[in-house]
């Protein structure tokens, strides 16, 4: 298995663009995650999914984040209009059932200038 | 421009010595606990969990151990190698929670 997939890898953008990150699930997990992690922060939860459907964004910081999932292996974390506090690296995880333990992608470092 | 990070607290060890990790998490309730092993440009990795029914789980070179009663938990890895350099997070889930909570992580720098 190719584990968790997320692109981009990096993201510079200007500030007030729209910047859209992408996440492929492990086949067969219900459970996805989206974190953020910064040196401030640490890693912190934004939200999560069960079974494609929204359970809990009480961690996404502003109406400016918004994130979907229209199917089972697939994605994507959206932030419009960026700003430069935005920058950070944003983490997509799935497990195999609620509770248990998360496999990571690789993150995309975003940048916004 | 950015403010300056929290530094993350850290351990120094020789190549060959044994690691201790420690983490003191809070909530009596927290019935799972994970350890993550995060490399530079990676993201985290699971490397051995533990339910609170257990005080001792063992993996390849690492064993976990769980005190309930001072809510503390730690992360032992033996003949410490290069390759274990990294930041090393705890995460506590409990009954009433979906999702683990990460702890703020502790860098690991082994010295050949």
């Known amino acids: 298995d190719a584990g968790v997939i997320q692109s981009p890898r990096h993201e510079v953008t200007e500030m007030g663009q729209e910047v859209t990150l992408r996440c492929k699930p492990i086949?067969?997990?219900?459970?996805l995650f989206w974190y953020r992690q910064t040196m401030m922060r640490g890693l912190e939860l934004l939200i999560y999914f069960n079974n494609n459907v929204p359970i809990d964004d009480s961690g996404m910081p502003e109406d400016r984040f918004s994130a979907k999932m229209p199917n089972a292996s697939f994605s994507t974390l959206k932030i419009q209009p960026s700003e430069p506090r935005d920058s950070a690296v944003y983490f997509c995880?799935?497990?195999?059932?609620?509770?248990?333990?998360?496999?990571f992608g690789q993150g995309t470092r975003l940048t916004v200038v | 421009g950015e403010s300056v990070g929290l530094h993350l607290p850290t351990l120094s060890v020789q190549e060959g010595d044994n690691s201790i990790i420690n983490c003191a998490y809070s909530?009596?309730?927290?019935?799972?606990f994970i350890w993550y092993k995060q490399e530079s440009g990676k993201g985290p990795q699971f490397i051995i969990d533990i339910r609170s029914n257990m005080d001792k789980r063992q993996g390849q070179r690492v064993t976990v151990l769980l005190n309930k009663t001072v809510k503390h938990l730690s992360l032992q890895i033996a003949a410490t190698q290069p390759g274990d350099s990294a930041v090393y997070f705890c995460a506590e889930k409990s009954g009433g929670s979906y999702i683990p909570t990460f702890g703020r992580g502790t860098s690991l720098i082994v010295h050949p």
């Open positions: 086949s067969g997990h219900n459970s």
């Open positions: 909530n009596s309730a927290s019935d799972y």
């Open positions: 995880a799935s497990s195999l059932a609620t509770g248990q333990q998360a496999f």
